[in-house]
């Protein structure tokens, strides 16, 4: 049976550590400001932009909101992102993806300034992440680790596989394990006998996008198992990209869905935010 790893109080108590870090900065008469960017109304990020802003308002750092309407047009919002970069009082800058087709999310993404790239999404972030220089870090992965850290679970020396090669998660994700001094190795839909490199996996990150795929044939007795995704089932209930009740057993200790990784990626990037004060 495995140890439930509980992502929302351990972001719980990530959050009350940053709002007392926020409120000895106030204190020295600095002020924190995240400028939060969406374009269009797709629900999905309507309710994660104001996730963000809830947390913000939590922690104490001031939050400006940019809702644009679906027809912004590409100049107009890479405008008012170089507006905000030259803005004294904006610490970091967040523009939720996905955004409408007309919009090239690279040019988007490569426009922020990195000393205020809050997602850590820049070309200029995942370099300094690559090489081992300082530099914001992808929320997800950031807070996996945080997840494991937190829970004692040690990543030295240990085989950890990730499922998975996207940009915002797979990758960092196998950097951030690498830095810790795991050994490392990163699947993807092509892997050949993907049970066989899961099966080895002291921890085994999974970040495929497909509901319930992993299953215990798939997991080491004792292994950790966190589980990055998240669907919603034909019965309006949450799944992830490993089935729970299958893995339950063999694992040593497992990430819900939802209550995992979920609450840990807002954590991380308000702890980015409160990086953001000593940057800029
Ligand atoms: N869309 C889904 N997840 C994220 C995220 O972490 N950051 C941004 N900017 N957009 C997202």
């Known amino acids: 049976m495995a140890k439930i790893i509980d992502g929302k109080a351990i972001s719980a108590q990530i959050k009350e550590e940053l709002k007392v870090q926020v409120a000895e900065y106030k204190a020295k008469g600095i002020d924190i400001c995240l400028a939060v960017i969406q374009v269009g109304n797709d629900p999905a990020s309507s309710v994660y932009v104001g996730n963000k802003k809830k947390a913000c308002e939590f922690i104490g750092i001031n939050s400006l909101a940019y809702e644009l309407p679906e027809e912004t047009t590409q100049e107009e919002l890479l405008n008012i992102i170089k507006d905000l970069n030259n803005r004294a009082d904006v610490n970091g800058i967040l523009v939720q993806l996905p955004l409408p087709k007309h919009i090239d999310e690279d040019l988007v993404i490569k426009t922020i300034d990195p000393s205020k790239d809050v997602d850590g999404f820049h070309p200029q972030s995942v370099g300094a992440l690559s090489i081992g220089q300082k530099g914001y870090v992808s929320c997800t992965p950031a807070g996996i680790i945080q997840l494991l850290k937190r829970s004692d679970i040690e990543i030295k020396g240990k085989e950890c596989v990730v499922v998975g090669r996207s940009n915002i998660v797979g990758k960092p994700m196998a950097l951030l394990l690498l830095r810790e001094d795991g050994t490392v190795t990163v699947t993807h839909s ?37 589980d990055v995704g998240i669907h919603r089932m034909d ?30 990626t807002i954590a991380m990037l308000m702890a980015n935010c409160v990086e953001s004060a000593l940057m800029n």
């Open 190 to 226: 092509r892997t050949k006998d993907l049970k066989e490199v899961t099966k080895r996996a002291d921890i085994l990150v999974v970040a495929i996008g497909k509901p319930k795929f992993i299953t215990k044939e798939y997991v080491k007795e004792g292994a950790t198992v966190i």
């Open 235 to 264: 019965n309006g209930k949450l799944c992830g990209d490993v089935d729970y009740d299958d893995v339950f057993d063999v694992a040593g200790a497992i990430t819900p869905v939802p209550g995992g990784v979920g609450p840990m």
